[in-house]
């Protein structure tokens, strides 16, 4: 024993790292982990990006391609040359279209388009049971059209107006209660003499009276010894006077219709007059803000994909990140987020499709050209469109309606399609649903393809490789506490046994 030197072995347990050595053994564990996350995080980023791209591109495809959004640039609305004025807007306003000649016109409404509708009588304040007493059969109600309404000793006012359009829902038949007259107005939502309401009323005779007066309608009995009538709607009547002196008498089933490419919208009865001027404006304008919006997208998604990834900015590690300020992450992340779609496929496809549908023909460029629309020429703006605000103007006042058809006209026959027709297609291929394919691809928060998607797939298969790594390197740092928890007793001994023995000499 006298060989064994104390110098060596005194102090070993004392000098003994343990924290150190273990976490010096799990360095390489722990940076699986980390990359682990970050290749994780940069799919979640990916997803990001691609969804803000689905949203912005569904965003131009509701303002622009939408039938019924004021901005929309496939309807011959959006080329008209002329701006129509009216003299009194409370009786009639009219809007133009491609194609649309100029007008001059009178317009006398003597009767708006109605619906067929009818009053009763009621008093909020009195039990409506009472104000539809009992029939022979000793149950009050209403029928309308073919739908019974029962009335029982606990409906109101309100009640009956929620029963009537309840059961009617589908009848094209809507009630309502004023508090001001005190009436329930039972009405078709269709106007014009088509519109046709019946109504039985059932051993209540003085009911009956009351509503043929307050209505201006005669009850019959029929077969069964009801009570029954019909009300009919009215049509639109007007009389249109041309700068000529012409008069032109018009009876619509409704207060808006379009003729000669001019749509018309009757407010009241009256006089007004309707005249043109040619004015681009308004068409000009919208066909700016279109090309701007589009080319914003445009440069975001050719962007993505031409701009290299920086090696320098991986994501942050949570190590990294509790040394740095919230200012300092997210400078890191912005530079980090760089360039991880270089290349991407669909972003590629999205792009050359509409560079190509646009561009890709001579024919085509040259006739785009010629009403104000060229390919930007600037190669880094891949996609993108050049407007001459002049050019286009001058081209809806020498012929609207060949504009309207090169851009927006609209055939069963892909081929034949306007220009924008096309990118709406194209649009709607890549953005417009859920199994667009960038939605396949990122899907949309708070849809059904919010988790039905690639990256979702990837990041929940990346989520469970992590755990695993996790559960893994726990694993790992239990055996070694276990394991060196173990030899710093066996040190502990050793030690206290060479303290024994120098102590002996």
Known sequence: MTNISPIRVTGLSGNFDMEGIIEASMTRDKEKVDKAKQDQQIVKWKQEIYRDIIKETKDIYDKYFERYSKNNIVSKNSYTSLSIKSSDESIVVAKGSAGTNKINYQFAVSQMAEPAKLTIRLNASTPI???????ASGASSLTIGDVNI????QDTTSSIVSKINSLCEDKDIRASYSEMTG???ISRKKTGSSSKLDLKIDGNDNLAQQVANDNGISFTTDGEGKKVATVLGKNLDADITDENGRVIHINKESNSFTIDNVDYNVNSKGNAKLTSITDTEEATKNMKAFVEDYN???DKVYGLIVTKKSKDYPPLTDTQKEDMTTDEIEKWEKKAKEGILRNDDELRAFVEDIQSMLFGDVKDIETLRKIGISEAKDYNKKGQISFNEDVFSKAIVEDSDKVYKILAGYSSNSDEKGVFEKLKDIIYEYAG?????????AGIEKSASANANIYSKQIAEQEKN????????NDKEKRLYSKYSALEALLNQYSSQM???????
């Open 466 to 473: 992590i755990n695993r790594l996790i559960e893994k390197m």
């Open 183 to 185: 009436e329930l107005i």
């Open 296 to 298: 914003k997208l445009m």
């Open 499 to 505: 303290s024994y023995f120098s102590q002996g000499n």
């Open 433 to 441: 649903s859920s199994d667009s394919k960038f939605t396949k691809k």
């Open 150 to 153: 029962p009335i029982s000793e």
């Open 129 to 135: 049971v009472q104000q539809f007493p009992p029939n």
